[in-house]
């Protein structure tokens, strides 16, 4: 379909509606608009009021798959009798033919669907939720009836039709969340009934209402609802009610009797929690998670970065504080990852639906296009009017930042808590390092059993040493083990000492460690995975600068920055406190080392 927009132009004397049966009037006189064909010809402009609507399309609408030779010639008459029905507003160019297409030009003051989205986007601008509460209801008072009414056969005008319903769900939730907020419940619970019941399977609506019927203490009628669509969801569609849902419903059972109605300034809904489960042999960080604890409460900075090599077990850590937090966030804690099962990164609309959907900002069928940096806004302000914990896993994605600097509240309690093998430049940041050797002996046991690590403790630490002490590295190692309860823990250890067979000694099923690794070198520039080619072809993993020289062939100068953008990146240890005869000591990550060795040199 052609895209060709116009600007809308003030072209006064006309009316025209499409939220409810179809209407025109001109110079305040109703305008009949013809045979239905005629009708759904000015039904799809209308629509799309000020972009161009292809001839195909129209052409669909009218005949679908079947048009007659005449289908074209057709059209143009309807287009012909439409222009002189309109032709008393005292344009003549009210109806323009564009690109193969036709336009219907048309301004919020004529169009009762362009004043909606008007009066949308000024509930988004408003100063608080009864200022948006106000511009949300006027845009919904725009509606007359069932959209289209009569013109519905056709499929593509039921796509349209579909499309504005699902909008007119959203502002109605909209609404009645900010009534919710500034204490207007009773006015809530009268309108909300009707349009649930129209959508009985919509749960952000089933949510709301409850809220609101509760708040009205009717507590009785709310839990009756949740039954209701319960039972319904069973009986015709064989699901149960969502976890949020749920979750309500155990709330309210739970409260004590409402004892009448009551006004609230603050409401809460029930708390979205989106967590992947906590690992149950969690171990080796208590330290840095009682910093982080302390920096989500008392830093001004609402965004944390946990930074470290592959496998250090940076999500780990993420996932253990924030199931610890539920009382911190009471609102909700959200975890979305940044890239996809290939460790590739996931685009910037595809997490801000998510992230919408799961804050109920959006309906998750809706057809919308929304423009990216507005979808980001919404998120952004739901962000700073709640108490929730964001957790992004792989913040190191490419792209990444500027999506995280859209979203991170620049006020209120909510926090974002990032993933990233490098810190970002605009958030605290927390370095993990890998575990102490008695920890990292310590999760070897509680994967493979602490008898068998116990009947070769030598044996165990040279394991856990050989894989770096990454968690990540160690758990594989575990699963492997775990898996060959035959295998002697030394015959194991023997095998990881050659460092060019370690990724394939902890290959699992999934290789999630070699992609890790994978994206994790990917992502740094082209000198930057050259020069770790050539250091991990060294014959240990602890090198000097003068060595580094040697193997890079390059000045020292340029060596020691390039090298100090690899410890930015986690790509290279930070020099030690210890010193050679000559120097300072750097270290390749274990891991990294091994998949570097296993690349061609350049």
């Known amino acids: 379909m052609t895209a060709a927009v116009e600007s809308a132009i003030e072209l006064p004397q006309v009316r025209f509606g499409v939220l409810g049966p179809l209407t025109a009037h001109v110079r305040e006189r ?28 129209l052409t669909e609408t009218l005949w679908g798959d079947d048009p007659p030779r005449t289908a074209r010639k057709n059209l143009q008459v309807y287009v012909a009798c439409l222009r002189k029905l309109l032709a008393d507003d005292g344009t003549g160019d009210r109806l323009v033919h564009r690109n193969g297409g036709y336009l ?24 608080g939720p009864a200022a948006k509460a106000s511009q949300l209801d006027a845009a919904l008072q725009l509606w007359r009836g069932p959209i289209l009414d009569g013109l519905a056969a056709a499929p593509t005008v039921q796509g349209e039709v579909a499309r504005l319903s699902r909008r007119y769900l959203a502002v109605f939730e909209d609404w009645a969340e900010a009534e919710l907020s500034i204490g207007n419940a009773g006015n809530v619970v009268e309108r909300i009934c009707e349009v649930a019941g129209r959508h009985p399977f919509r749960e952000r609506l089933r949510q709301i209402q409850m809220t609101a019927l509760n708040l009205c203490g009717r507590k009785t009628e709310a839990l009756s609802v949740f039954d209701d669509l319960r039972q319904s969801l069973a009986r015709e569609l064989g699901l149960r009610p969502s976890p949020t849902l749920e979750r309500l419903y155990r ?16 409401v809460r809904p029930a708390p979205r929690v989106v967590l992947p489960p906590d690992l149950v042999d969690f171990t080796g960080y208590a330290e840095q998670v009682q910093q982080l604890h302390r920096l989500l409460d008392t830093s001004p900075n609402p965004l944390v970065v946990i930074a470290g090599p592959v496998g250090a077990g940076k999500t780990a850590l993420a996932l253990h504080a924030a199931h610890q937090l539920a009382e911190r966030f009471p609102d909700g804690r959200i975890f979305l990852r940044l890239r996809t099962e290939q460790a590739t990164a996931r685009g910037d609309r595809t997490v801000l639906n998510e992230l919408a959907r799961l804050a109920g900002l959006s309906d998750q069928s809706a057809a919308d296009p929304v423009d990216v940096d507005e979808l980001a806004g919404r998120c952004q302000s739901w962000l700073m009017r709640h108490r929730v914990l964001l957790v992004l896993d792989g913040a190191d994605a490419p792209g990444s930042a500027d999506l995280i600097r859209m979203i991170t509240p620049l006020a209120g309690s909510s926090r974002v808590l990032a993933t990233a093998r490098a810190g970002l430049d ?9 575990i102490e050797p008695p920890a990292a002996v310590d999760l070897l046991g509680r994967i493979i059993g602490v008898e068998r690590v116990g009947s070769d403790p030598a044996a165990a630490e040279q394991i856990v040493l050989a894989v770096g002490l990454l968690p990540l590295a160690i758990r594989a190692a575990g699963a492997k083990l775990a898996r060959l309860r035959h295998l002697p823990l030394a015959e194991f250890a023997a095998r990881l000492q050659d460092p060019d067979a370690v990724l394939d000694e902890l290959s699992t099923g999934d290789c999630v460690l070699r992609q890790r690794l994978a994206a994790g070198f990917g992502d740094l520039p082209d000198e930057a995975r050259s020069a770790l080619r050539r250091l991990g072809s060294l014959e240990t993993p602890w090198f000097t600068l003068d060595q580094a020289v040697e193997a890079l062939a390059e ?30 000591v750097y270290q390749l990550p274990t891991l990294l080392r091994c998949y570097a060795r296993g690349l061609p040199a350049t």
């Open 426 to 434: 605009f958030g605290e940041r927390l370095e993990l390092a890998p």
């Open 555 to 584: 000045v020292p100068g340029r060596v020691r920055r390039l090298l100090e953008s690899l410890i930015e990146a986690n790509a290279v240890t930070a020099p030690s406190s210890e010193v050679t005869a000559h120097a300072v």
């Open 251 to 266: 709330t309210l059972l739970s409260d004590e009797p409402s004892g009448g109605p009551r006004r609230s300034t603050t």
């Open 30 to 57: 109703p305008v009949m608009l013809g045979p239905l064909k005629q009708q759904l010809v000015f039904a799809m402009l209308a629509c799309r009021a000020n972009t161009v609507t292809s001839v195909d399309l």
């Open 104 to 127: 219907l030009r048309a301004n919020s003051n004529e169009l009762d669907l362009l004043r909606f989205d008007e009066l949308i986007a000024l509930a988004r601008q408003a100063d």
